[in-house]
């Protein structure tokens, strides 16, 4: 996976979350049958929007928009040095990857715990509301197979333009430029994301959890409408069919919202989510200091390369 597919896909987190999931944990447990038992709830605040939802505890330490975007304009001027030498100084490649629309790494809650705000849930249903443009890549902006083989090694040890191509090509020789400096094997991009994945997945097993499900589900029944969770409300099949929401996926998603307030869903999930963050924050404070430090490094390094130009 590249480092932008990275984190790309773990801004995808609450989508992964299927009704009824099992998953593969980390060593922090599932609530059930663990060593130690589930840690204890959090403080349980009163959700009634997107606003009420506290940050979490991992978000001190989740990539932000700022060092994603240096970290990828690091990565892009020091394969475009790379894949100049082989006589490919326009290379685009990368250009993609610098997405001005990234939103960083922490929390969303609206990603988190899908439907929260009645007046989006009444315009949009459970469709994401319309983003601004995103950046779009330079006219030209795809890759050549000859491009292609040289920034991915596929040609390494081979001579282009009078040079040897690296082992790993110029995409393993720009994460050397831009990692030098960093502690090595600290993955910078999906340090926290990749952990944090697992203990949603332990919260949403969680009898507490489960409970406030349960009720949020059996206020969904005096509304007529049978779903076990609200992940199957919001993955219902139906929904995926529309390229906008529908009257009858508004409906379902302002019920939705309705008995999450009224069951205060929402509040008891992040409680939960809360502890297992803070007990996985605590045990792994030397890992976490440890990422932070190369997170900084390859920032600093990506920085310098960003201020040098192509130069």
């Avoid at 899908?114 to 995103?134: F, K, L, V, W």
């Avoid at 991915?152 to 040890?157: E, S």
């Avoid at 993955?187 to 507490?208: E, K, T």
């Avoid at 960003?306 to 130069?311: L, T």
Wanted: overall charge positive; proline content about 5%.
């Amino acid at each position: 996976m590249t480092a932008a597919c990275a984190v790309l896909a773990a801004g995808l987190l609450a989508a992964c979350g299927t009704s009824g999931g099992t998953g593969e944990g980390t060593s922090e447990g599932t609530g059930k049958g663990t060593a130690d038992g589930p840690p204890p709830a959090e403080r349980v605040p009163k959700v009634t929007s997107s606003a009420d939802v506290p940050g979490l505890p991992l978000d001190a330490h989740a990539l932000t928009r700022e060092q994603y975007l240096t970290y990828m304009k690091g990565q892009r001027v020091a394969a475009r040095r790379c894949m100049a030498r082989f006589g490919f100084p326009d290379f685009r490649g990368l250009d993609s990857s610098v997405d001005a629309s990234y939103r960083g790494d922490r929390a969303d809650p609206s990603r988190y715990f899908y439907a929260i705000d009645a007046t989006g849930a009444a315009r949009y249903g459970y469709h994401s509301p319309p983003e601004g443009p995103r950046s779009t890549p330079p006219p030209g902006g795809g890759t050549t197979a000859a491009e292609n083989a040289v920034y991915q090694g596929a040609n390494a040890g081979r001579r282009v333009a009078g040079r040897t191509v690296p082992e790993g090509g110029c995409s393993a020789e720009a994460y050397r430029v831009t990692h030098e400096g960093a502690q090595a094997g600290v993955d910078i991009l999906s340090g926290v994301s990749r952990p944090r994945y697992d203990l949603y997945r332990q919260a949403q097993r969680d009898d507490r959890v489960r409970a406030a499900f349960a009720g949020w589900s059996a206020c969904m029944r005096r509304s007529g409408l049978a779903y076990a969770d609200p992940m199957a409300a919001q993955n219902d099949v139906r929904w995926r069919k529309a390229a906008a929401a529908t009257r009858e996926e508004t409906a379902v998603a302002v019920a939705d919202v309705a008995c999450k307030q009224r069951t205060n869903t929402v509040g008891v999930w992040w409680s939960v989510l809360a502890a297992y963050e803070k007990r996985y924050a605590t045990r792994h404070r030397d890992e976490l200091a440890d990422l932070r430090r190369a997170r900084e490094a390859v920032v600093r390094t990506c920085a310098r390369l960003v201020a040098e130009g192509e130069r």
